[in-house]
């Protein structure tokens, strides 16, 4: 084979709050000649994700940290372009972690193939990727069902709008909140939720009480902050918490203080559990089954942000911070 020239996003240094586009480099590197054992695969889809925030700081975090000066990674979904291994052809659609850069090299072990039948191929970093199994593990992790009564928080974003939609397949009466008009109405007519406010609008709690005057069973939790302490004040007595992100404070430079009333956990016996989605790949051909139905039959919709270009990965990642996402964010390769 010929060598491959592909362009990466790097870390440039560590941000401090929130991060700016000096913090990161586009690079172009050779690929070196494919080895025994090896597949090439061109991405065609790049993943960009909050989680990653916190994966840009010299500490622990859902994962290892970045290196300064090596490219980033995360979720992506490519072809194969050339292969040594007997269990990849080229052509083939594969997902893997090897994101934010246009070519790599990897062993077998480091790709999952999927179908071409699903269409567009970046579905598999939404609704069928790690997007949509962190929404159902988190439903599964606290046992979902229906007669629920659910609040999520960031319900428009890439997790959030899933798990509502799966929460509302489960029978439960479905809260969301966001932060736009656009946003709200997305949740309600696209979505199906029974209800969503802006939180922009006032108080959360002010908003949550005249949603769900009688309290809420569960709350998913993508933001922490204002919109967990309205949680707690709203739970019922044997409520149940699934802590799956918190970008209201990704960016903080020193830790907040945690919500005044969190005491409430005692008092009302509430479960608060976190999760990462990395504990529920031993049931990935579960979720692939379930939520793959649900998609094939019509019943579950994944909605998109699409730039297009490693060039504008790095604007994508940004802007989830400012809410410019609806649904997940993902990075179109030329």
């Given at each position: ?46 993943s960009v994700d909050p989680y990653m925030r916190g994966r840009m700081n010299a500490g622990p975090s859902y994962a290892p940290a970045f290196a300064v000066g090596q490219p980033l990674e995360g979720g992506a979904v490519g072809e194969v372009v ?253």
């Open positions: 084979m010929s060598n491959y020239f592909s362009r990466e996003i790097r870390l440039a240094s560590r941000p401090t709050g929130l991060p700016v586009a000096a913090n990161f480099t586009l690079a172009q590197t050779e690929l070196p000649p494919l080895a025994d054992q090896q597949v090439l695969v061109r991405n065609r889809f790049l050339e292969s040594r291994a007997s269990s990849f052809k080229p052509g083939e659609v594969v997902t893997s972690s090897l994101g934010w850069r246009e070519y790599f090299i990897a062993a077998p072990a480091a790709l999952h193939k999927v179908s071409r039948d699903c269409q567009p191929l970046s579905i598999y970093l939404g609704v069928l990727g790690m997007t949509g199994m962190t929404a159902w593990t988190g439903l599964n992790l606290v046992d979902v069902k229906a007669g629920d009564v659910i609040y999520i928080s960031g319900a428009a974003g890439a997790v959030g709008n899933v798990a509502g939609q799966l929460a509302k397949l489960r029978g439960c009466r479905v809260i969301g909140s966001a932060g736009s008009f656009e946003k709200v109405r997305f949740l309600r007519e696209e979505c199906g939720f029974d209800a969503a406010f802006n939180y922009h609008e006032g108080p959360v709690l002010e908003q949550l009480k005249l949603e769900a005057p009688d309290g809420i069973d569960v709350y998913f939790d993508n933001v922490g902050g204002e919109a967990l302490e309205a949680a707690l004040a709203q739970l019922r007595v044997h409520g149940r918490i699934i802590a799956c992100g918190g970008i209201s404070g990704y960016n903080e430079t020193t830790p907040q203080p945690g919500p005044n009333n969190l005491f409430n956990v005692t008092t009302k016996r509430l479960t608060m559990r976190g999760m990462i989605v990395s504990d529920g790949l031993d049931r990935q051909g579960e979720f692939e089954r379930e939520v793959g139905g649900y998609f094939r039959a019509g019943k579950l919709k994944n909605q998109e942000t699409v730039v297009t270009g490693i060039d504008q990965a790095v604007r994508a990642f940004l802007g989830l911070f400012s809410g410019k996402n609806l649904g997940k964010m993902v990075v179109q390769l030329n």
